[in-house]
């Protein structure tokens, strides 16, 4: 198999400080996982709908304001490759992140194999897609969950350069515990990818480990036009 640029990016990331991050907040910064000419290569191809499965007005379904679009398996080959590879590092995470929540779920090592696993269950659509959002636009806070199996870590990658392309539109992240709740407000550079929770991750506790419940969105828009690429690893009922 050939290695492409996104591959070498992802093998030279600090795979340690990204572990302590998700155990830590729940979200971890990859910087530059992909270069700019593959960010605008991807941006640009928004508008080529035989790429894509289907297309999501936001505000037809009290999601906010913007769209976003469903690739159509075959996937392009990078986001492919990418996919494949960013589920084996985070398998390891997702799998002793079960254990310490007391969930039985573990997970291959493979996203092959976890996905025939989806697919055997009916999961069949794919989920990797591309959001698109302009001057007002906005991401209500929300978990992505699709059927039956879910993939606890997912990620997107930034497509936009901030304050060139858009301003605004900030990655937003909260965390609800049984005592407290949190927001994180996550800036991003061109090519970034941000690693964080679907649903809840385990946080130490006075006696054990215990379940804290998270979501994401996107704050809104001022100017300009912003494009994200989602990865997410469990397909679509």
Not at 105 to 129: E, I
Not at 142 to 157: I, K, N, R, S, T
Not at 165 to 186: H, I, K, Y
């Amino acid at each position: 198999m050939t290695t492409t640029p996104a591959d070498a990016l992802l093998a030279q990331q600090d795979w340690n400080r990204a572990v302590a991050d998700l155990d830590a907040h729940g979200n971890a910064v990859l910087p530059a996982l992909l270069t700019p000419a593959q960010c605008i290569a991807l941006s640009d191809a928004y508008d080529h709908d035989d790429r894509y499965r289907s297309r999501i007005v936001m505000a037809r379904h009290g999601f906010g304001r913007g769209e976003y679009k469903y690739f159509r398996y075959p996937l392009p080959d990078l986001l492919a490759r990418l996919r494949g590879a960013l589920y084996t590092q985070l398998a390891p995470i997702a799998n002793r992140w079960n254990r310490q929540m007391g969930i039985g779920v573990q997970y291959p090592a493979d996203h092959a194999d976890f996905l025939a696993r989806c697919h055997g269950a009916g999961q069949r659509r794919p989920t990797p897609l591309i959001l698109q959002y302009g001057p007002g636009d906005y991401n209500c806070l929300h978990q992505d969950l699709y059927g039956e199996h879910v993939f606890p870590l997912q990620v997107a990658v930034l497509l936009s350069t901030p304050d060139v392309d858009f301003t605004g539109g900030e990655f937003v992240m909260t965390e609800t515990g049984s005592r407290e709740q949190r927001a994180d407000v996550l800036p991003l550079k061109q090519g970034d990818a941000l690693i964080f929770t679907v649903n809840q991750r385990p946080v130490p506790g006075v006696r054990g480990w215990r379940k804290v419940a998270m979501r994401h969105g996107v704050s809104e828009l001022r100017s300009g036009r912003r494009h994200t690429l989602g990865i997410i690893f469990h397909d679509a009922v």
